[in-house]
């Protein structure tokens, strides 16, 4: 838990092919609440888009983002390398930002 208080931003990996991914989801969202991380910056990462089946996939997809209205959200399939350059393009202003407040010098430095 101590690497969830120190850390600069959470990704939350979420099995979307585990018929109990939505009860997990919850169990981790409320054990961040309490420890006093739920405000950490949090991309959820649904996982194993490639294990579903074309009709259930969209469905599934669809559904979590109308319930969860996450606009940072990232649906990828870890396995077959799916939408991993999403997740990358998501994550790389949370760790900009806040390398820009640990070294705010940075941009003025010549070894840039």
């Known amino acids: 838990m101590d690497e969830i208080r ?3 931003a959470l ?3 979420i099995d979307i092919s585990s018929p109990a991914h939505e009860e997990q989801y919850e169990i981790v ?5 309490e420890i006093d991380c739920a405000d950490k910056p949090t991309i959820n990462v649904y996982n194993k888009i490639d294990v579903l089946d074309n009709d259930k996939s969209s ?9 969860r209205r996450d606009p940072t959200a990232v649906y990828i399939s870890a396995h077959k390398k799916e939408n991993i350059d999403l997740l990358k393009a998501k994550l790389l202003p949370l760790v900009k930002k ?7 010098n940075y941009l003025k430095s010549e070894y840039r």
């Open 29 to 33: 969202m409320k054990t961040l609440a």
């Open 98 to 104: 806040r390398h820009y407040q640990i070294f705010p």
């Open 6 to 8: 120190e850390a600069d």
């Open 59 to 67: 469905q599934k997809i669809s559904w979590v983002k109308k319930t």
């Open 11 to 13: 990704l939350h990996v």
